[in-house]
């Protein structure tokens, strides 16, 4: 059975073992079994299914195509030196170094934006500041700045590259097969929002109400929305 891994910005899907079989083992490089991914990857069926989430950075996962299609990940990975080089006086990380993983039992219906947002509180403290200026939430220490229900995956909220000290850059996406909505709710007034390229080019003004946007995302869509407050 294929077996799932998330991508900046998407999910993947891949089948267990090689893309190429045994075609590659005459390359200079063969084929690897396993992949890129950013720290989540799992397996389901219509009963459920096991997940492994990592907070640190990996980047190698695999599903072998024997037995039961094991889940394979490459946990940590150091190098004396780097390769094609002659080496660095100091390693960058030298000392000891401690990470941590989790292990989830899932339901079929679970989607992949519960899991990315499982791998952000893994990563992060329960209270967290993306690039805003201070003057735009300071009066707002006694809850939240923004509020984000629904099924789309935070990517970033930061300032805008207009110049505009009132204006923030909300970029979210939906890393689903099926379009998924959320709403976004923020604790200061509203008094622009407009949809953009992800250059951050505008496209059209979009609806708000009670500083409340309702996001609508097509399948592994990227939503970037311009809000001037």
């Known amino acids: 059975d294929e077996y799932f891994a998330n991508q900046q910005f998407t999910t993947v899907y891949r089948q267990p073992g090689r893309i190429c079989n045994i075609e590659s083992e005459n390359y200079q490089e063969p084929e690897s079994p396993d992949k890129n991914f950013e720290g989540i990857i799992g397996k389901r069926n219509n009963k459920g299914g096991l997940v492994f989430i990592g907070k640190e950075g990996l980047h190698e996962c695999g599903c072998l195509a024997e037995n039961e299609g094991d889940l394979t990940v490459t946990l940590f990975r150091s190098f004396r030196r780097t390769v094609m080089s002659d080496g660095e006086v100091e390693g960058q990380l030298n000392k000891p170094l401690s990470f941590k993983y989790l292990l989830k039992c899932i339901t079929p219906d679970c989607t992949m934006t519960e899991l990315n947002h499982l791998r952000k509180e893994l990563q992060t403290l329960p209270v967290t500041t ?14 939240s700045f923004m509020q984000l229900d629904g099924d789309l995956t935070f990517s970033a909220l930061k300032t805008a590259d207009n110049g505009n000290k009132n204006s923030l850059i909300l970029r979210l996406y939906n890393p689903e097969k099926e ?22 080019t505008v496209q059209h003004s979009i609806e708000f109400k009670n500083n409340t946007l309702l996001v609508k995302a097509a399948p592994y869509q990227i939503i970037t929305i311009k809000l001037t407050f």
């Open 130 to 143: 993306h690039l805003v200026p201070d003057y735009l939430i300071m009066e707002h220490t006694d809850g």
């Open 179 to 200: 379009s998924r909505n959320a709403t976004v709710k923020f604790a200061k007034t509203i008094k622009q929002a407009e949809r953009c390229h992800i250059d951050e």
